[in-house]
């Protein structure tokens, strides 16, 4: 898996890699991402600030596209729960996506772990890698767990009003 920092020549690629994982959370009943998140704007500022990213496959076919967010991230300001690190050195990987035309190649996972892995050995300053996901997308909780990730709480109506989000961290 391949990860390339995103420009703004890639802005719609990422829009229509994200609205496709919108369609396949809504044809699986999750309702995240059926909104206004992620928008426009928000891409547009992930690309600006530089953590945005498009992953390749080994034969470099364009297959997802993720955002890696330095800390501070204000989306984890009202945590209910408890940090495992409490510290101000952590990056959170938001906006996980995977094209529909790859879906169950495991994809997801190489991305993950590459991303993890990256962190691991490039992130000096990192004590942690914080993670959330909507409270009905098991599918993402299961990757999630599956990276060895420890659940530390929940946030309410950050993204959504009324919406559940499960908060995750891996200490590096």
Known sequence: ???RKATMADFDQIITILKDGANQLAERGVNQWQGDY???????EDIKNGSAYLASSADHETVGAISIVNAPDHAYDNLNGNWLCDTDKYVVIHRVAIHSNY???GYATELLKSVINFIKDHGNNIDSIRIDTHEDNKAMQHLIDKMGFT??????GVYRPDEISYVYELKK
């Open 1 to 3: 898996m391949q990860l």
């Open 103 to 105: 879906a169950g190649k």
């Open 38 to 44: 992620p928008s426009t704007e928000q891409i547009k």
């Open 151 to 156: 659940k530390v709480g929940t946030l309410h």
